[in-house]
T-cell receptor, first 110, second 114 residues
Framework: DAGITQSPRHKVTETGTPVTLRCHQTENHRYMYWYRQDPGHGLRLIHY???????DKGEVSDGYSVSRSKTEDFLLTLESATSSQTSVYFC?????????FGPGTRLTVL | DAKTTQPPSMDCAEGRAANLPCNHSTISGNEYVYWYRQIHSQGPQYIIHGLKNNETNEMASLIITEDRKSSTLILPHATLRDTAVYYCIVRVGPGSGGYQKVTFGTGTKLQVIP
């Protein structure tokens, strides 16, 4: 599993509240990614990071921000959660060209 | 990124070979074909990848057409545990530097039937 954990694994929150999801890896991988997965859309890239303090937007970045202050942690923040952000969120790392995914976080925004 | 097209669903009898097709007619010369699968409620799992030659590992075989516009993932003896959604994607390969933007489509839902 490439040493990837995500927290929390499940969260229910209300519209307008801030939410932060954490991705933690133990193997010093440089590249980290955040995806969301929704029925009919497959996996869509939100943001990615190519090093500490180096991040960039993916294809569905609106409403999300990220931070990477240390190699092992990549945080995804929803500043003001909306119902359209109800989804399953996957973190991934890149190792020797392949991507390995975390177990996912199921977020429900009421 | 090159786009891929996969059938939405397929069935396969347990013990038989499962052949999952993928079209990627706009693939670039430096792009590889990758396959992942996702078992219900889990994160996607890497299966195999290739550039132009056929590839085989302990999980599956990958057959890429000579013009590289399509490929087939083969699970030689499907088991019930192979029931999953299978994603075919194309992207630059493992030796490339820089960022690899990866977009997963909706994949093929493979149902292995007892």
């Amino acid at each position: 599993d490439a040493g990837i954990t995500q927290s929390p694994r499940h969260k229910v929150t209300e519209t307008g509240t801030p939410v932060t999801l954490r991705c933690h890896q133990t193997e010093n991988h440089r590249y980290m990614y955040w995806y969301r997965q929704d029925p009919g859309h497959g996996l869509r890239l939100i943001h990615y990071s190519y090093g500490v303090k180096d991040t960039d937007k993916g294809e569905v970045s609106d409403g999300y921000s990220v931070s990477r202050s240390k190699t092992e942690d990549f945080l995804l923040t929803l500043e003001s959660a909306t119902s359209s952000q109800t989804s399953v969120y996957f973190c991934a790392i890149r190792e020797q060209g392949e991507q390995f995914f975390g177990p996912g976080t199921r977020l429900t925004v009421l | 990124d090159a786009k891929t097209t996969q059938p939405p669903s397929m069935d396969c009898a347990e013990g038989r070979a499962a052949n999952l097709p993928c079209n990627h007619s706009t693939i670039s010369g430096n792009e590889y074909v990758y396959w992942y699968r996702q078992i219900h409620s889990q994160g996607p799992q890497y299966i195999i990848h290739g550039l132009k030659n056929n590839e085989t590992n302990e999980m599956a075989s990958l057959i890429i057409t000579e013009d590289r516009k399509s490929s087939t993932l083969i699970l030689p003896h499907a088991t019930l545990r192979d029931t999953a959604v299978y994603y075919c994607i194309v992207r630059v390969g493992p030796g490339s530097g820089g960022y690899q933007k990866v977009t997963f489509g909706t994949g093929t839902k493979l149902q292995v039937i007892p």
